[in-house]
């Protein structure tokens, strides 16, 4: 099983839908981080949180610590959001140190 | 404008050859990296730098190597030994080590044939 799961897989959504794309994760971790990938593959790093809730625009991050996890929420979606969302969360590696796990994204497509 | 720049975006090498791929940042980071990124996988960790002319392995260094001569590069070298070289590698950056945002390059997509 992988340490961060995200669901769902794909995601096609009319302009203007609410969009929640969900991360759960199975270790302890200091911070989550949602990235976004566009076609190209750049990535912009879009929230990093580690309790609570953060919001940047049409963009809102929530994280449950106790449940293990996040959700990403996108309101009144546009064609321009479609990309790939990728949840990473900073756990604790070998020896102490730290470092990030990647889930394998969501792929949303927003039409217009 | 501050950001991390990764050149080519496109690179096609012949089996059995040593490739490098650059990575170089402006924005006075301290810490570097970079991932691998294959189809229907997450971001997997190559290698990091804390610091100057210091490096570590990530969890899948074997057949890739990396130097950090000065702050702001961070070139990887694909090697001969990498069994499947063929992916989409990414650079990072930090204000330090893990603890803070990271910023991403655009990607550097090398087919090896």
């Known amino acids: 099983k992988n340490e961060v799961e995200q669901s769902p897989q794909n995601l096609t959504a009319q302009e203007g839908e609410f969009i929640t794309i969900n991360c759960s994760y199975s270790?302890?971790?200091?911070?989550l981080h949602w990235l976004q990938q566009h076609p190209g593959g750049g990535i912009v790093s879009l929230f990093m949180?580690?309790?609570g809730k953060k919001k940047h625009g049409r963009l809102i991050a929530t994280i449950n610590i106790q449940e293990k996890h996040s959700s990403l929420h996108i309101t009144a979606s546009h064609p321009r959001d479609s990309a790939v969302y990728i949840c990473a969360v900073r756990s604790g590696g070998q020896g102490g140190s730290e470092k990030l796990v990647f889930g394998k994204g969501t792929k949303l497509t927003v039409n217009p | 404008d501050g950001g991390i720049t990764q050149s080519p975006k496109y690179l096609f090498r012949k089996e059995g050859q040593n490739v490098t791929l650059s990575c170089e940042q402006n924005l006075n980071h301290d810490a570097m990296y970079w991932y691998r990124q294959d189809p229907g996988q997450g971001l997997r960790l190559i290698y990091y730098s804390q610091i100057v002319n210091d490096f570590q392995k990530g969890d899948i260094a074997e057949g890739y190597s990396v130097s950090r001569e000065k702050k702001e590069s961070f070139p990887l070298t694909v090697t001969s030994a990498q069994k499947n070289p063929t992916a989409f590698y990414l650079c990072?950056?930090?204000?330090?080590?893990?603890?803070?945002?990271?910023?991403f390059g655009p990607g550097t997509r090398l087919t090896v044939t």
């Open positions: 949180l580690s309790s």
């Open positions: 270790v302890g971790i200091s911070a």
């Open positions: 990072a950056s930090s204000i330090g080590l893990l603890s803070y945002e990271q910023y």
